[in-house]
């Protein structure tokens, strides 16, 4: 089992850039492909982007491409999403969630673990 917890949210003008963190506990992060989604009020929860085990592999919704990095150190037991070019339409809860099975994945029903989420608030 392993426990998530988010960090880094807060409150940005359009442009800026926010780094989100997502810390695990447990030695066993390095077995997980984690992933970032999103949850805006009144919206479902989306993909946001996903990363493998070894961080070789990246995948990213069409919406962040180019603007969003996720990145792994497995040392740390961390994933980061690094976010730039923040638009007003990126504001939401951003979750981080754990994939035991993998390889990679943009489906929620398929990751085993969340985090509380990190609200993200972009002002036009």
């Known amino acids: 089992q392993v426990q998530l917890v988010e960090s880094g949210g807060g409150l940005v003008q359009a442009g800026g850039s926010l780094r989100l963190s997502c810390a695990a506990s447990?030695?066993?992060?390095?077995?997980?492909?984690m992933g970032w989604f999103r949850q805006a009020p009144g919206k479902e929860r989306e993909f946001v982007a996903a990363?493998?085990?070894?961080?070789?592999?990246?995948y990213y919704a069409d919406s962040v491409k180019g603007r969003f990095t996720i990145s792994r150190d497995n040392a740390k037991n961390t994933v980061y999403l690094q976010m730039n070019g923040l638009k007003p339409e990126d504001t939401a809860l951003y979750y981080c969630a754990a994939d035991s099975i993998g390889p990679i994945s943009q489906r929620p029903r398929e990751y085993d673990y969340w985090g509380q989420g990190t609200q993200v608030t972009v002002s036009s």
């Open positions: 990363i493998n085990l070894s961080g070789r592999i990246t």
């Open positions: 447990g030695r066993t992060f390095s077995s997980y492909a």
